[in-house]
């Protein structure tokens, strides 16, 4: 059987590039006329002939997340337990190299952090913490799921890539769901944004979901980081990662998560710009490509963007999301990975979500649908 590494060098990075470009209307009218649509076909649907074809995108889009999720929309917050990172990654503000102060919660501090989140009711938590095997990795963060899992109905994780064994522990102590992105699957520039740290490793974090699969762990959420390379070629390469783990993990979950650049501490500007109108087109292509994908969209985005974004394929939202650790009550600093766009509370997101015809979720799909 193969790896997704061998895969992924079946694909050269230019030619599909130019295979994305070169689609035409017929290519996309095709795609959109397609009841089990193809790797192709979401080429076409992502690449410059689809822009004239958003709106019919938005209709099927819009029919089949109403089809197969219903109008609800799940809710979630982050809680980030530390930046500490041995990382240096040119565009993440928890990098190695920034000067900043550097925090990892006790157990007393997060005990405070979920007090508040409990408040706001929810009961999805995400866990994030930068990539530092001392300050932050194994022991600690299976210490955390083990203090955070009797809150909340559902933990996911989003931390520095562990070997299949410490997984299966960290699933035994109530892990549901893993975020591991790529951040890009150009292997030829990866190392520029990636220059130290274990993170460096593009093959290691490749690997990295295939590893979850075979530890059975419930859901995978896998994404490219918007903004480093050509945005339509990266897509492409994560639904190839997708299409592959959904064939051969097939008893797993997954999700697709959408990151652009934000501000953040340092001076790495987006290599590449990833407007409004294209990130739209994206999500509504991965909703005609795959109608099972569970399709997610942080506060990284503006309040308008979000609230227009409602009906055309999102299944998941963060909401009042703090991205320094413990922001929630613990401390006020300046310590954000990225800066917030959409700071509205968790009630004024329901509300929204309500006045689209929606209705907020607070737990986990799989509890909502049992």
């Not at 035409?24 to 009218?29: C, F, L, Q, R």
């Not at 549901?176 to 699957?185: N, P, R, S």
């Not at 945005?231 to 990151?259: C, G, V």
Request: with cysteine; proline share 4%.
């Amino acid at each position: 059987m193969k790896t997704f590494e061998e895969v992924h060098a079946m694909h050269g990075w230019e030619s599909t590039k130019q295979s994305i470009q070169n689609k035409s209307k017929t290519d996309v009218e095709e795609a959109l006329a397609s009841g089990q649509p193809s790797l192709e076909d979401f080429k076409a649907l992502i690449s410059p002939a689809a822009e004239a074809y958003l709106e019919p995108m938005a209709v099927k889009s819009r029919a089949i997340t109403q089809r197969r999720f219903g109008k609800t929309i799940q809710l979630y917050i982050p809680l980030y337990l530390s930046n500490a990172c041995a990382n240096a990654c040119a565009y993440c503000g928890f990098s190695h190299n920034n000067d900043i102060t550097r925090i990892t919660l006790n157990k007393e501090q997060v005990i405070r952090e979920i007090a508040v989140i409990k408040q706001m009711g929810f009961q999805h938590l995400l866990l994030v913490t930068g990539e530092h095997p001392r300050e932050c990795g194994f022991e600690y963060l299976k210490e955390m799921v083990e203090l955070v899992k009797p809150h909340f109905a559902s933990v996911s994780i989003e931390v520095q890539p562990m070997q299949q064994a410490e997984y299966e522990q960290l699933i035994q102590s109530g892990v549901h769901t893993v975020y591991v992105y790529q951040e890009t699957y150009n292997r030829t520039n990866y190392k520029s944004y990636h220059p130290r740290g274990k993170k460096s490793d593009f093959a290691y974090r490749l690997e990295t979901p295939e590893r979850l699969g075979r530890a059975h762990i419930h859901k995978i959420g896998i994404g490219c980081l918007l903004g480093l390379e050509d945005w339509r070629t990266d897509s492409f390469f994560t639904a190839l990662h997708l299409n592959f783990l959904e064939k051969t993990y097939w008893r797993t979950k997954y999700s697709i998560s959408f990151p652009r650049l934000r501000p953040h501490m340092g001076s790495f500007e987006p290599n590449v710009h990833v407007t409004d109108k294209q990130l739209a087109q994206l999500i509504m292509a991965y909703r005609i490509f795959n109608p099972d994908v569970e399709l997610s969209l942080s506060t990284r985005e503006s309040k308008s963007f979000r609230n227009n974004m409602l009906q055309l394929g999102v299944t998941a939202m963060s909401a009042g999301s703090k991205t320094e650790p413990g922001g929630y009550a613990v401390y006020n600093q300046a310590l954000e990975q990225f800066a917030v766009n959409d700071d509205r509370s968790p009630e004024a997101v329901c509300e929204m979500i309500k006045a689209g015809g929606y209705e907020p979720v607070w737990k986990d799909w799989d509890d909502c649908m049992r």
